[in-house]
């Protein structure tokens, strides 16, 4: 009696949100020719945008001072003499580094502009080739690390690959629906040359940005300052530099997104109801009015959200174990009320409707849960995939500079390595973010209003409501199961009572 109830109501739930999908359509949908309405537009978390920009102008003048002290002579600004009482000499000179990162540079831009030429006939193979290759990677630099007596960075590289191989084991039953919807991406994002362009000009801009910071970091690297006092300048820079990186690829991110969703709504690029030189209002209102959400979004979201994916994919496989299922059930929701105020759709509201960070991720979330797509975006494994691309261009970057370095300094490579492979992983990130950005547009449509989607393709919008069917039916009986132990374990309780 008590599993025809639950039944019932879960088969209610799942049709009144069906219903509040339809019925709300014509509520949430946005009117086009407003949504770049400049009445509409406000200048938003102001206060980050401070921080960032006064962040960029203090760090590029440390670097150039770092640069500079060693650049074709020892000390040239006297800074050694605060430091020589604490840590070692070293005569090294910046430019006995900096073409390494030259090179990381060079390969990190080739390998970013290889994956947008070939994004259109070769995108699915190069995807799959980052999925099953990367665990391999891994586990070789691991070995190398040991060769090399680097027993840290070996069982760091080693756990990396473990982790990598238990993920794809756990998600590789949705690799099909991702693969599905990442092919849809590509040919969405195919058709729009002048998004190519736009990622191909960040990744200039990233790559001047970058030589500033190899300058600094080769001074860093060439200094007296001790291994100890070199590797926290060099976190210190990295934590930087992924900072600055992540703010650029998400606002190719929301420039990308808001034109996607724009040719979405009005049914194509070349309709009539579209808002002329969307493009060019689009950057224009990513570099201006929204910056500062995206200078706080890109703080926060790529942590937040790798860690979602290792505990998502880790909780599948549990099991009937209570106890673990209980700690990471816990560690899941802490992380879940993360994700409601920090998620990579909240780039699509601030694209279309100008709003702060906090409240358009707050508001993506929340629609996905009242249609009952959250379900159909937990399912989908597109931006572990598309990362896994990223560190793997990042590892390819890393392994040239470091093994140039190996030639002439071998009690460097570690330090210029990773470091390069920060490098690598960014200007990478800077082409596969343009995936990323139709992949959100296609979900935050369908949420919206699944026509939009059915308009556009009409197969792929069978796949996925069949796909949601299938995910709502899942959690259903999830839930059925769940409450039938409780109920079951409450009975004993009652029967033979402590």
């Known amino acids: 009696m008590s599993d025809s109830n639950v039944s ?80 070692e ?69 080693a756990t990396g690959a473990a982790l990598q191989f238990l993920y794809v084991i756990s998600v590789i039953d949705r690799l099909p629906f991702t693969m599905l919807v990442l092919q849809k991406a590509v040919k969405m994002v195919w058709s729009l040359p002048e998004v190519m362009r736009v990622a191909y000009a960040f990744m200039v801009v990233m790559l001047l940005w970058m030589g500033i910071w190899s300058f600094g970091a080769a001074g860093v690297v060439a200094s007296s300052r001790g291994d100890l006092g070199r590797w926290w300048l060099l976190v210190v820079l990295s934590v930087s530099l992924f900072w600055t990186g992540a703010v650029l690829c998400n606002t190719v991110h929301v420039i990308v997104s808001g034109l996607v969703f724009l040719i979405l709504i009005h049914g194509g690029r070349n309709a009539s109801s579209m808002p002329s030189n969307s493009l060019m ?34 909780r599948s496989k549990i099991g009937n174990n209570e106890c673990l299922l209980c700690c990471v059930d816990f560690l899941f929701q802490l992380v879940e009320t993360l994700v409601r105020f920090f998620n990579k759709y909240a780039y699509v509201q601030i694209a279309i409707h100008g709003k702060g960070f906090n409240r358009s991720a707050r508001d993506a979330w929340e629609l996905f849960q009242s249609t009952g797509v959250e379900a159909l975006v937990a399912y989908d494994c597109s931006g572990a995939v598309l990362l896994m691309g990223t560190v793997l261009g990042g590892l390819i970057t890393g392994t040239c500079a470091g093994v140039w370095t190996w030639i002439n300094w071998r009690d460097r490579v570690i330090m210029v390595g990773s470091t390069a492979m920060l490098m690598g992983m960014v200007l990478v990130g800077l082409a596969m973010v343009v995936v990323e950005s139709a992949v959100t547009s296609i979900y935050v449509c369908y949420a919206e209003d699944p026509s939009l989607i059915q308009r556009w393709d ?32 409450g009975h004993m309780q009652d029967t033979y009572p402590l």
């Not at 796949?463 to 079951?488: I, N, P």
């Open 458 to 489: 009409p197969q792929f919008f069978n796949q996925m409501s069949e796909t949601l069917h299938h995910r709502l039916q899942h959690r259903s009986a999830r839930a059925r199961e769940v409450l039938s132990h409780s109920q079951l374990d």
């Open 281 to 314: 209002k689009s950057l224009r209102y990513a570099v201006t009015t929204s910056f500062g959400s995206i200078c706080y979004g890109s703080l926060f979201t790529a942590a937040i959200r790798t860690l979602r994916w290792e505990i998502r994919g880790f």
């Open 8 to 87: 019932s109501s879960s088969s209610d739930s799942a049709s009144t949100a069906t219903v509040d999908r339809n019925v709300g359509r014509s509520q949430r949908i946005i009117d086009g020719g407003q949504t770049f309405s400049p009445e509409l537009r406000h200048w938003r978390d102001v206060f980050w945008l401070a921080i960032f920009i006064i962040h960029l102008i203090g760090l590029g003048f440390v670097l150039a001072v770092l640069g500079l002290n060693r650049f074709k002579k020892l000390d040239r600004l006297n800074i050694d003499r605060y430091t020589n009482r604490v840590w």
């Open 89 to 157: 000499n070293n005569n090294g000179l910046t430019e006995n580094y900096w073409p390494k990162y030259a090179v990381a540079g060079g390969v990190g831009t080739a390998l970013g502009w290889t994956w947008l030429l070939l994004l259109g006939s070769r995108a699915n193979q190069m995807m799959k080739v980052s999925v099953h290759i990367l665990t391999t990677y891994l586990a070789v630099i691991s070995v190398l690390c040991f060769w090399c007596e680097q027993f840290f960075w070996g069982v760091a590289f």
